[in-house]
């Protein structure tokens, strides 16, 4: 086996243990879904009506509100792979028989698909809550992709961080906030975009940005991981 | 706070011991991520420490031990509680970095610090924890991906037979006892056939029964590898060829071997 094929392996086993753990516990899952749903309402509640107007002003404040939700259940829930660990002392095990890279690797597509999931629902309960209509939908789905693999990228190195910090959540998102401001601009651009049926000409510029920003973050990620995890 | 190096006159092991101030072969140091444990050569494993010293802060812990082990030899370490038994542990597994001196791992012509080491390493203490949301099998099936193994379904419950947790395989850790769980991490120590199995407190929490199987490991151990155990409880000092006395505060003279 190779060393890239045994770094795989590794990371492919650690993922599925943390889905096969979170099936099981719904640690993270019910916390992120009840505040997509939680969020989606108090939004439909108060600015529902915007989903009815078609002008730029309304389609950046849906983009806007849409990203806001899933930021903040990504900050809520994105930390807890790590902190689960650190808070059930399986840490150690892990330390001693898992590759650094294998585990950030493994840890990650848990955290991508996870936002994927909530990707999914956010999008749906906006759509029927905020009545939001969506003329680019193929835009709009490469937009939600990339700007989540990009949110993950720059996440998941910071919930190793904070992980054995004793105020885990709010310095979670103090440090993850300055690294995501910029994918966070440019994915509402492009969101907006996409709701008012821009085309994917225009569009390119914009995930070719979110996909520097995720390549760039998941190799200086790959590069650091360790030197946390032996901290 | 000096440390103390005796040998047991009915040791196991024709072993010399080359403790204090070991002069080791000039090795080569190896650039390998990772140390081959499946290789058909025979064990050749070999634990050096020179002049390792741990402290926290401004509180020294001990200091000057210097030691060489082979396989086939068994270290107990004991001392009082807070004498750095465990942290002696940690160190030689790269949990903690030493504040002075050196461990190298010996094994198949190469070097390995503790971090490489691991793969060589079997781990077993109270503070281990493992998955409870999973079965004892899901939790060696996991923990043997992750090393980059496959074993059988066969082989992993004839592994929760040796440590007494046949017929509780499938059963979630939650659901352990105290003593199972301990038993569940003989086997998450074992499934790679380690070389060097360290040993925290090897029987805590464990009944007769618990105490017969860590018997049976340590001495399986000594056909091929090395075994190094940290223990307060006096009966344990059987286990050793050699019994390090961390002391941290200096007292009379070294007591002699039993």
């Known amino acids: ?231 | 706070m000096r440390s103390r190096l005796w040998r047991l006159p009915d040791s196991a092991s024709a072993s010399t011991l080359t403790a204090m101030n070991t002069e080791q072969p000039a090795p080569r140091t190896s650039d390998a991520a990772t140390p081959p444990t499946n290789s058909a050569q025979p064990a050749a494993i070999t634990l050096a420490l020179h002049e390792l010293a741990a402290s926290y802060g401004p509180r020294s812990v001990f200091r000057g031990v210097s030691l060489t082990l082979h396989a086939g030899e068994v270290l107990v370490v004991s001392g009082a509680n807070g004498s750095g038994k465990s942290t002696l542990l940690r160190l030689l597994c790269g949990l903690q970095q030493p504040t002075a001196g050196t461990i190298a791992y010996h094994w198949q012509g190469q070097v390995y610090a503790p971090v490489a080491a691991r793969p060589l390493i079997g781990w077993v203490a109270p503070d281990l924890a493992l998955y409870r949301e999973l079965s004892g099998l899901e939790n060696l099936r996991f923990f043997a991906a992750v090393r980059h193994r496959t074993p059988s379904d066969a082989e992993l419950y004839d592994l929760l037979e040796q440590v007494g947790l046949g017929g509780r395989g499938d059963d979630r850790v939650a659901a352990y006892s105290s003593g199972m769980t301990h038993r569940l991490r003989y086997a998450y120590a074992l499934l790679h056939q380690p070389p060097v199995l360290l040993l925290d407190e090897p029987t805590v929490t464990l009944d007769v029964h618990g105490a017969a199987v860590v018997d049976q490991v340590i001495a399986r151990q000594r056909t091929h590898g090395i075994s190094v155990i940290a223990t307060n409880d006096p009966r344990e000092l059987r286990y050793g060829n050699y019994v390090l006395t961390l002391n941290p505060v200096e007292t009379g003279a070294p007591r002699q071997g039993t």
């Open chain 1, 1 to 231: 086996m190779t060393t890239l094929q045994a770094l795989l392996c590794g990371a492919w086993a650690i993922f599925r243990k943390d889905v096969q753990s979170e099936l099981r516990t719904r640690y993270a899952l019910n916390a992120l879904l009840l505040f997509a749903a939680c969020t989606a309402v108090a939004v439909s509640l108060g600015v529902g009506f915007l989903g009815l107007r078609r002008d730029p002003q309304s389609l950046v404040i849906q983009s806007a509100l849409l990203w806001i939700a899933l930021l903040f259940a990504a900050l809520n829930g994105l930390s807890r792979s790590f902190v689960q660990e650190e808070e059930r002392r399986t840490t150690l095990a892990l330390r001693l028989a898992a590759r650094p890279a294998a585990v950030f690797l493994g840890k990650f597509c848990f955290n991508l698909v996870l936002l994927l999931v909530l990707d999914v629902v956010t999008t749906v309960l906006f759509v029927i809550f905020l009545r939001v209509e969506i003329a680019n939908l193929g835009l709009f789905v490469a937009m939600l992709a990339m700007g989540s693999l990009s949110l993950t990228t720059a996440t998941t190195l910071v919930a190793a961080i904070i992980a054995r910090a004793n105020f885990k959540s709010g310095l979670f998102a103090v440090l993850a906030f300055p690294l995501i401001v910029p994918l966070l601009v440019i994915a509402i651009q492009g969101t907006t975009l996409a709701l008012g049926g821009g085309a994917w000409s225009q569009g390119m510029p914009l995930l070719q940005i979110l996909s520097s920003y995720a390549v760039a973050t998941l190799v200086a990620s790959l590069l650091l991981f360790p030197f946390v995890w032996e901290a």
